[in-house]
């Protein structure tokens, strides 16, 4: 596999084959992201891109797998995009998944080529929604409002591609308002969007970063974990809509919990609520234990 920079992908994509259409990120302008800031985003050529199809061909001989890197691979031109999807099917014959990130901006520009996109094999999405609160996601430089946002993860829905909405827990400043704001809003921006996998993560400075240095600064200050699990709660308690799968697995996390909602929310909310209640720090994940 060749590949430029770090790798960036989901954790869901781990046996997938990395197939990097683009360089970097097309916003790139996040203040709480590290991802690609090393490198200018730019458009692989087609002969790269073929040439690497190809060169995984001879190597695993068959896949069921592709994930399209790096971190918008959605904002190449369509028809590229549909001459890679096309490839890929008729080099793979067992290939049954081809996931990519995709930026809200380039999604929305994308219109009605998503359904195009979905015929010829795109079948999941992972979009970084972060927040449905429009004060947090103008902090951090998001591009975006929560309207445009929501208006994004819905034509991706509608378009049948498997959408996972990827949030952030921590990232709101301010008091305990504001971080209750934050968690409502990203609720119900979820109840509104119906994604099919809802994958929470919490914020970690990342050095270089717009937002670590407002922390170095003491201009911001980090929650601690019983706040993030306060957040984490506050989610579950209003999230309405049936058969989401709650991701929350994530090693940035300090309490692993995933399950079904609302198949497993009672159950859910009591674990949380059971750190909640004693304050265990050693029943968290460890702060040496916790990565991005």
Excluded: W
Aim: aromatic residues 8%; negative net charge.
């Amino acid at each position: 596999m060749r590949y430029e920079g770090q790798v960036f992908r989901p954790f869901s994509e781990a046996h997938s084959y990395l197939l990097q259409c683009t360089i970097g990120c097309s916003h790139n302008r996040c203040t709480f992201c590290g991802m690609y800031k090393d490198r200018r985003y730019r458009v692989r050529s087609m002969d790269e891109i073929m040439t690497d199809i190809q060169m995984a061909k001879a190597h695993y001989g068959d896949l069921e797998k592709v994930f399209l890197c790096d971190g918008d691979a959605i904002a190449m031109e369509t028809p590229a995009l549909l001459e890679i999807l096309s490839t890929l099917y008729k080099t793979f014959p067992s290939l049954r998944h081809v996931g990519s990130y995709v930026g809200p901006q380039s999604t929305l520009a994308k219109g009605a080529d998503l359904s195009l996109l979905r015929s010829a094999g795109l079948t999941k999405a992972y979009l970084g929604v972060e927040s449905g609160d429009d004060v947090v996601l103008a902090a951090i430089k998001k591009g975006v409002n929560a309207k445009e946002m929501l208006e994004a993860g819905q034509r991706l829905v509608a378009a049948d591609i498997n959408l996972s909405s990827m949030v952030l827990l921590g990232i709101a400043a301010g008091n305990g308002e504001a971080a209750r704001q934050h968690a409502e809003a990203t609720a119900e921006i979820t109840n509104l969007m119906k994604p099919r996998y809802l994958a929470a993560l919490t914020y970690t400075p990342v050095p270089g970063t717009v937002l670590f240095k407002a922390y170095e600064k003491g201009e911001r200050v980090l929650p601690d974990p019983f706040e993030t699990l306060e957040e984490m709660k506050i989610i579950f308690e209003n999230i309405t809509i049936d058969h989401l799968k709650f991701v929350g697995a994530h090693a940035s996390n300090y309490l692993p919990v995933s399950g079904e909602l609302q198949k497993d929310r009672a159950k859910m909310i009591e674990t949380v609520d059971g750190i909640l209640e004693t304050r265990n720090v050693g029943a968290l994940r460890s702060e040496g234990a916790r990565g991005l």
